[in-house]
């Protein structure tokens, strides 16, 4: 999940971002992180536990059905795994558990929430052969100092799972995916998790759930402004709207005003006018092909190594291997 820097933005930093992204001419917008406060990060666990979220569940398939295979396919000896916006960890467990049949493994969980890595240290602690290394850091810098600190004969293993890479805008992802690469030895292995592109009819219940606990984590963005940066937001002045823009490949979640109005936010030295119908874009998940993680990793010092799909829900794991 994109909480790489949410927890570290000052206040300052979100009334910058919400003063540019409010007042600008054209379509107005917040950067997704700005949803992952603690209310925020909460409805996001509900969403993973949600019928139509069907993405997470494919994920979680993948990497247990297929643990031992990942295991496998990469070089043998020791491995550091680092896993970039971990969670819990609940979900690389079962690779950890392969790994550690195999060969002593330090996982390096990063992730900027100390709850998350305080939970996955309970969880993961007593695995036979895996050491937890804990960095509660952003993504890139996190990865490293893993990489600084590592063992001369140690692989490294990089986990980008939950299709987080689609809450990138392309060329970011691509740019993403070289950072890591430059991190990176060769031999050295990334495995991305990525939701493809699937019918509409499956899609966008994904992102407006019958419950409505997608539309309280997209509306929970102006209750955080009114909480952080006293602004006077009517949550009944907006509904939550998930769109596909087919010509992008992603589904956008946007708040939309519900009549025309002004809303002061004095913490971040502005007012905002809404027309009615006018939007906030706050988010876009992009959906991939299914080679499509393949060829941005050979156009940034990868090859594809393997790839995992999963039946249910499109969904695909890639393993790319620094060249
Ligand atoms: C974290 N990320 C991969 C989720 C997604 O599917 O883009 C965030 C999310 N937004 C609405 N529902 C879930």
């Known amino acids: 999940m994109l909480t790489e820097t949410s927890a570290q933005d000052s206040v300052s930093d979100f009334a910058i971002d919400v003063r540019s992204g409010l007042t600008k001419s054209g379509q107005k917008e917040i950067p997704s992180k700005y949803l992952y406060d603690e209310v925020g990060s909460a409805l996001f666990e509900v969403i993973t536990l949600l019928p139509e979220y069907g993405l997470f569940r494919a994920d979680e398939r993948l ?3 297929h643990a031992g ?5 990469l070089p043998q000896g020791r491995v550091a795994v680092a896993e970039l916006g971990s969670g819990s960890g609940k979900k690389s467990s079962w690779l950890l558990e392969a790994l550690g049949a195999l060969q002593p493994t330090v996982y390096y969980p990063i992730e900027i929430s100390q709850a998350a890595l305080d939970q996955c240290s309970k969880e993961l602690g007593r ?4 050491k937890i290394n804990a960095l509660r850091q952003p993504y890139l810098e996190g990865l490293s100092s893993v990489a600084a600190g590592r063992k001369q004969d140690e692989r490294l293993l990089v986990l980008f799972l939950g299709s987080t890479i689609g809450n990138f805008e392309r060329p970011v992802a691509e740019q993403f995916l070289s950072t890591v690469r430059q991190t990176l030895n060769p031999g050295d292995a990334l495995l991305v998790g990525a939701d493809l592109e699937k019918p509409c009819s499956r899609l966008l219940p994904a992102y407006d759930d019958a419950l409505g606990v997608t539309a309280a984590f997209n509306l929970n963005l102006l209750a955080r402004m009114n909480r952080e940066l006293e602004a006077d937001f009517d949550l009944g002045a907006f509904r939550h709207l998930a769109r596909y823009n087919a010509a992008e490949r992603r589904v956008e979640m946007h708040l939309v005003a519900t009549r025309e109005q002004t ?3 004095p913490r971040a030295a502005c007012s905002a006018s809404f027309m009615l119908g006018e939007t906030i874009w706050t988010e876009s998940s992009h959906k991939y092909r299914q080679n499509e993680v393949a060829q941005m990793g050979s156009r940034n010092g990868f090859r594809a190594l393997r790839q995992w799909n999963d039946e249910e829900w499109a969904f695909a794991e890639t393993l790319l291997i620094a060249e």
């Open 263 to 265: 809303v002061e936010i």
């Open 127 to 130: 695995m036979r052969n895996v």
């Open 69 to 73: 295979e990942i295991a496998q396919s």
């Open 63 to 65: 990497l247990r059905e």
